[in-house]
């Protein structure tokens, strides 16, 4: 599950990445908690 994820969000812009955590609410922190 991680795996696929990581590998879609890497695929994406950093900004992108950001924008989606945020919507998907994963980290709902600063934006590098869905990072690790």
Do not use: L, T
Request: glycine share 24%.
């Amino acid at each position: 599950m991680a795996g696929k994820s990581k590998r879609g969000f890497a695929s994406m812009d950093p900004q992108k990445q950001i924008e989606i955590a945020r919507k998907g609410g994963q980290s709902g922190g600063p934006g590098r908690g869905w990072r690790g």
